[in-house]
């Protein structure tokens, strides 16, 4: 019976058992065998009393339907009685359909406990031991008469009973009847017979006790016939051991012999009590137990015609990726949790979370790899960028062939033309890194990078620095003496620009040698949902060494802005120094509000 109900799925059932050994007994044997197989749990075990009423049922289908969701019953009732009464209480309960029965042997085929109760009875399972009809018995027991059975003491008590008469003779019954016995009447003529189940256990029995005494004797008398005195006084117990070791094939040709608990082998038959087309009905051969379990699934039939097996579970199967957290005393009961973010199931119970450069595939068995992206050409982010540098870069080389092509000219030479082409040459810089920024990262890509990145500025600011030094140093002189300051020749105004330069160029090396270029995939930016997660393919530059390396031409910045403020007041004729002020407080403004854009950006492929 537990066979039977794992192989239906039902892990979640209750018992119904009538009181007294058989039903007692016959549930306790369940429930040990279904704990030792492990996967089977009980939600109630209940009992239908010995003075039971109509009431008691009705009680009992109430508390079944208290753990709905144990749909299949397993009973072990004494009598057709209880049986009936059962079926009835579902009945009044209107819950038909809503029990699966799983029955004992005392259910069996038996019509009579589920008569006008079919349809509470529908797709019930029960079983009966494997019988064979013994040859020869039939003629035999209907041969039996008073005259030729006076040797079975209980025989005139069966005649009574079968022919519903009464005997005259001593030992018959003394119950009152209308007719008396006549001792003329046939068995099968006159009542019917039908050969009953259990006859072939009880010849095997008596076989059984035939062999064990034919070895005891060959044992313990050999040589001797009939019994010896060993074998008088061997005792109970020294016979038990001979019973228990018999071995021979029984009245039905199948092999007799018992186990180490002292139980013969069990052979079942499995039916399904089935309604078909609403009319025929019947109990229906679905299978065998012979030391396992044999069961035609394909020919169960369920209420209303159904094929599927109807459930009895404590809890449904968890959906993808949802583990099971099972309720404490209840090894067949849980609730599911999804395992959510970037965790996957790796067994039924247990969500773990993927290593940093993966993520849950889509049903979360497992985990893949986070796909690897970097900045496209394609991308707004890029394709903006790109075009401001193209028409920086065009308005750069236009002035620039400008200056060249009137080089000679007094406007040039008097704005300081060797300055100004190191200031287009660190402009022409700034515009090109965009270039280096978006192309896809490699060793000698990161290398440019950290060249270039602060470079542009620093040669554009140093050349301004340079020029508002000049004129501040200048004209500061100019209010002491009429000797000009030292260092003002054009000459003297590349080589302080290169020393400014130079310093860059000094630390962008030594960065070098502290941290060589590499590449590296950024997976620190985890999205909520796992589907969107990627990793960004990027240089190996943290955001603390990008300020870092700009740091030197925010310094630079700073100093040209501060000499700006000083030479405000100049002469209208030295009116270069104006604008250089107005652009160093524009460029600040533009620097205070790039550095907190900067550092709140989160995405990384979008931070260049």
């Known amino acids: 019976m537990v066979e039977i109900v794992k192989a239906m799925g039902w892990n979640y059932v209750s018992t119904l058992a009538s009181e007294g050994s058989y039903g007692e007994k016959g549930v306790e044997s369940f429930m040990q065998i279904s704990r030792e197989a492990g996967g089977v749990c009980i939600a109630q075990s209940l009992k239908i009393p010995y003075d039971r009423t109509t009431s008691d049922f009705d009680k009992i289908v109430r508390q079944l339907l208290e753990t709905s969701s144990a749909r299949a019953v397993v009973v072990f009732a004494v009598?057709?009685?209880?049986i009936r009464q059962v079926l009835a209480a579902v009945k009044r309960a209107d819950k038909v359909g809503h029990f699966h029965w799983v029955g004992s042997d005392s259910w069996g085929t038996k019509t009579g406990p589920i008569y006008h109760l079919e349809d509470v009875?529908?797709?019930?399972?029960?079983?009966?031991?494997?019988?064979?009809t013994i040859e020869g018995f039939d003629a035999y027991f209907t041969s039996r008469t008073l005259e030729n059975n006076r040797r079975n003491v209980w025989f005139a008590e069966y005649w009574e009973e079968n022919f519903n008469c009464k005997l005259t003779i001593t030992g018959s019954k003394k119950e009152d009847t209308d007719r008396k016995c006549t001792g003329q009447e046939r068995i099968g003529q006159d009542s019917p017979y039908q050969q009953d189940e259990r006859v072939q256990f009880v010849v095997d029995a008596v076989y059984a006790m035939a062999h064990a005494l034919h070895n005891m004797?060959?044992?313990?008398c050999p040589g001797s016939t009939g019994i010896c005195p060993e074998m008088e006084h061997a005792g109970g117990k020294k016979l038990l051991k001979y019973i228990r070791n018999v071995s021979f094939n029984g009245s039905a040709g199948t092999p007799v012999m018992f186990n180490k608990n002292g139980d013969a082998l069990g052979r079942y038959d499995i039916f399904q009590y089935q309604i078909s087309n609403g009319s025929t009905q019947g109990y229906k051969l679905i299978g065998q137990w012979t030391d396992e379990l044999q069961l035609n699934t394909e020919d169960m039939q369920w209420t209303n015609g159904m094929r599927e097996v109807p459930p009895s579970v404590c809890s449904l199967p968890c959906t993808m990726g949802e583990r099971k957290k099972m309720v404490k005393g209840m090894p067949c009961c849980w609730n599911c949790e999804l395992c959510d973010g970037y965790k996957y199931l790796q067994d039924e119970f247990t969500c773990n979370l993927c290593d940093y450069n993966m993520r849950p595939n889509r049903n979360r068995t497992g985990c893949d790899s986070i796909p690897i992206i970097k900045l496209e050409w394609h991308s707004p982010w890029a394709v903006i960028p790109v075009f401001l540098?193209?028409?920086g870069i065009i308005a750069t080389i236009f002035v620039m062939a400008t200056f060249i092509r009137y080089n000679d000219t007094p406007i040039v030479r008097a704005s300081g033309r060797e300055l100004s082409y190191v200031l287009l040459t660190g402009i022409f810089l700034c515009y090109i890194i965009t270039f280096l920024m978006i192309a896809k990262p490699d060793v000698a890509v990161c290398s440019f990078r950290r060249i270039f990145l602060g470079l542009g500025m620093c040669i554009s600011y140093a050349a301004l620095l340079t020029k508002t030094n000049r004129i501040y140093r200048i004209?500061?002189?100019g209010k002491k003496s009429v000797?000009?300051?030292?260092l003002i020749s054009p000459t003297s105004q590349l080589a302080i620009t290169s020393s400014l330069i130079s310093i860059q160029l000094l630390g962008v090396f030594i960065w070098f040698g502290v941290t060589p270029p590499n590449i590296i995939i950024d997976y620190g930016q985890h999205t909520v949902s796992p589907e969107h997660a990627r990793g960004v393919l990027k240089c190996d530059i943290t955001?603390?060494?990008?300020?870092c390396s700009l740091g030197y031409s925010i310094l630079l910045m700073v100093t040209c802005t501060v000499y700006a403020i000083k030479t405000r007041g100049v002469p209208e004729n030295f009116n270069e120094a104006k604008p250089i002020g107005f652009t160093m407080y524009t460029t600040c403004i533009v620097w205070l509000a790039f550095i907190p854009i900067f550092f709140g950006t989160s995405q990384s492929a979008e931070k260049v």
């Open 79 to 82: 009598d057709d009685d209880d």
């Open 121 to 132: 009875a529908e797709g019930a399972i029960t079983i009966l031991p494997k019988r064979a």
């Open 217 to 220: 004797n060959k044992d313990l």
């Open 389 to 391: 540098a193209m028409l």
């Open 475 to 477: 004209f500061a002189q």
């Open 483 to 486: 000797t000009a300051p030292r």
């Open 543 to 547: 955001d603390l060494q990008i300020i």
